[in-house]
């Protein structure tokens, strides 16, 4: 029998709030797993502390430590080996800007400071980051499951009117982006853990956690989402698998 699992939810540069989740989880051991879900970065102060963090943690933790990959991950190499992704990386709401200051060890911008000609070349090449963050992130997992639940970053795609396991999803990459309303509604099978989509989006009818209070961690039949707006005014999330506890860096 596997040990307990603690995943943890969307990061987004949000070292402080890490450090305090982190700080407030019981010692693991070397049969417990820990389970980040993905988006390590933009948006937050610390992207490059905070891959820093995970990536130590992948060294030296007394436990497994799996990152997976989430869609900012996703978007970056996008940006790398393409044409630039501007859809992604222009919209300050995306936090790119964040990234490539964190990264160049800059001061962060102002919620309204545009970046000047030389950093938008950079953004749009993704040059900032170092080659191996570049490959940290292609190495990231799609998605990982245990005898507990299955965890991915974003969800499950339907095909021919049934939620896919990860193994059958033809291109892994959907599984990143999507946001169907669907399959917070009607999964049902083994447990999904998901971050991605901000709790306070998600029915707060269908949560069977804190349904009064829509900001934090989501519980539904089948799905545990776990966005609760790290980097982005709210706080980092985590549960416990398979006792079902919840941690939290507020």
Not at 44 to 66: H, M
Not at 103 to 117: I, L, S
Not at 134 to 162: K, S
Request: proline residues 8%; negative net charge.
């Amino acid at each position: 029998m596997s040990g307990r699992t603690f995943a943890i939810g969307d990061i987004h540069g949000d070292l402080a709030a890490l450090e305090t989740l982190v700080s407030r989880l019981p010692r693991p051991t070397s049969g417990d797993t820990m389970v980040f879900i993905g988006d390590y970065v933009d948006r937050g102060p610390k992207s490059r502390e905070v891959v820093e963090v995970v990536r130590s943690l992948q060294r030296e933790a007394n436990c497994r430590v799996i990152a997976l990959r989430g869609n900012h991950e996703d978007a970056w190499l996008r940006v790398v080996d393409g044409d630039g992704f501007p859809q992604f990386v222009f919209p300050r709401g995306n936090g790119a800007f964040e990234s490539l200051r964190s990264f160049v060890r800059g001061e962060q911008p102002g919620e309204d400071d545009p970046p000047n000609e030389e950093e938008m070349k950079q953004l749009l090449a993704g040059s900032f980051f170092p080659p191996d963050v570049l490959d940290w992130f292609r190495g990231l997992p799609y998605f990982y499951e245990d005898e507990h639940a299955i965890y991915v970053h974003a969800g499950l795609p339907q095909r021919d009117g049934r939620f896919l396991h990860p193994s059958e999803v033809d291109n892994p990459i959907v599984m990143l982006w999507l946001r169907t309303e669907s399959f917070f509604r009607d999964y049902r099978g083994k447990p999904v853990v998901i971050g991605h989509t901000r709790t306070e989006y998600l029915p707060p009818e269908l949560s069977l956690h804190t349904p009064d209070d829509p900001t934090d961690l989501w519980a539904g039949e089948c799905v545990i989402a776990l966005d609760t707006g790290a980097g982005k005014g709210g706080f980092l999330s985590c549960i416990e698998l398979p006792a079902g506890k919840v941690y939290e860096s507020r």
